[in-house]
């Protein structure tokens, strides 16, 4: 009777040490609390008050929270290129300390899963997570202010993303070749920025931003509000096959259209002018709706030697059956393109 007493009261201490172990273990709102990572390596900044991450160290966190303090310095930035290609972090929790996430700081890491950037002040600079492409929940929080170019481009397993209303800029390709984002959110209290049926524009709307390259509509019409479409807007469109960009256009930056689907086709009007000419090269139908010589001119005036390949693949419109040889379309009475034979 005493052996089976004294197992029974080392049960009950055990449930008890077992349950103060667990709420010890959470926070107030009983999430798991998350120690900060340590190990990392650091260098002082010229301050002498606040130091930079600049790697792994001898950390071996897997779910990586990045501390707010480090041996009396405070955290203020991540180096460049600090985690980049560092294949064994699945989640990465940056502190509201810093101000900097540098250019390509978590780059290529391909086992990343899960982001969370609560940085009051933030700039997250150009490719910081470029090619997380196991990357599927992103928080940027409400402070961050600067995302540069193609920060988080070629996150092949995004599907959405929400924008607060700190942010004041955004770089272009900032989520060019996620293939599968279908739906861009803008916090409503954004003075620079707006989000239109899952797509990013400014916030006066004439500006065309990015495109999400995931969603499944096969063809698109550019809004006749939008002026510029600009770069890396389209980049990565697997599944469009169509797009009419309209007469309100008057500029298409730099590789607008890239690395889209392989029947890809463009209805491009006179209006338009071009930044440059390399995707034309690459896109396998393009539409104009004038003749060659407003081409001509809508052209960059350095294109050189490819001039003749691309006017050679360009189609032109015309209403009537044309008599040369050159490439010509025009409307049916459904307002399909269709190609003059």
């Known amino acids: 009777m005493k052996n089976?007493?004294?197992?029974?009261?080392?049960?009950?201490?055990?449930?008890?040490?077992?349950?103060?172990?667990?709420v010890a273990c959470k926070t107030p709102s009983g999430a798991e609390k998350k120690e900060p990572s340590v190990g990392l390596s650091y260098k002082v900044n010229g301050d002498s008050k606040t130091c930079t991450i600049t790697g792994m160290g001898?950390?071996?966190d897997k779910n990586l929270v990045i501390p707010e303090s480090i041996d009396g310095y405070t955290v203020k930035s991540i180096a460049n290129s600090a985690f980049q290609k560092c294949n064994t972090i699945v989640s990465v929790e940056?502190?509201?300390?810093?101000?900097?996430?540098?250019?390509?700081?978590?780059n290529g890491c391909e086992a990343l899963t899960t982001v969370k950037i609560l940085s009051e002040s933030g700039f997250?600079?150009?490719a910081a997570f470029m090619a997380c492409t196991s990357l599927k929940e992103l928080t940027i929080g409400d402070g961050v202010v600067y995302i540069d170019i193609g920060a988080f481009a070629d996150c092949q397993s995004l599907?959405?993303?929400?924008?607060?209303?700190?942010?004041e800029y955004i770089g272009s390709d900032v989520f060019g070749g996620c293939t599968s984002l279908t739906e861009i959110k803008v916090e409503s209290g954004n003075k620079n920025y707006c989000a239109i049926d899952g797509n990013l524009y400014t916030k006066d709307r004439s500006s065309l931003v990015q495109y999400a390259a995931g969603k499944k509509d096969e063809s698109f019409t550019v809004p006749s509000h939008v002026t510029?479409?600009?770069?890396?807007?389209?980049?990565?469109?697997?599944?469009?096959t169509f797009v009419e960009v309209s007469d309100s256009v008057q500029l298409i930056k730099y590789n607008a259209f890239t690395n889209c689907n392989e029947d890809f086709k463009v209805v491009i009007p006179t209006t338009a002018t071009f930044e440059d000419f390399i995707w034309i090269t690459r896109v396998p139908r393009l539409y104009y709706k004038g003749n060659i010589e407003q081409f001509k001119q809508a052209?960059?005036?350095?294109i050189g030697k490819d001039l003749a390949l691309i006017l050679q693949k360009t189609f032109y419109y015309s209403e009537v059956e044309p008599t040369d040889e050159r490439n010509?379309?025009?409307y049916d009475n459904n307002g399909n393109v269709v190609e003059w034979q």
Do not use: Q
């Open 4 to 22: 089976k007493l004294i197992k029974i009261l080392s049960c009950l201490l055990i449930a008890v040490l077992s349950v103060c172990f667990f």
């Open 58 to 60: 001898e950390c071996t």
């Open 94 to 106: 940056i502190p509201k300390t810093v101000s900097a996430i540098e250019f390509a700081a978590f």
């Open 124 to 126: 997250i600079n150009t």
């Open 159 to 167: 599907t959405s993303v929400k924008i607060p209303s700190s942010v």
């Open 228 to 240: 510029t479409i600009e770069t890396y807007a389209f980049s990565g469109c697997k599944n469009l």
């Open 299 to 302: 052209l960059p005036d350095y």
């Open 328 to 330: 010509y379309w025009h």
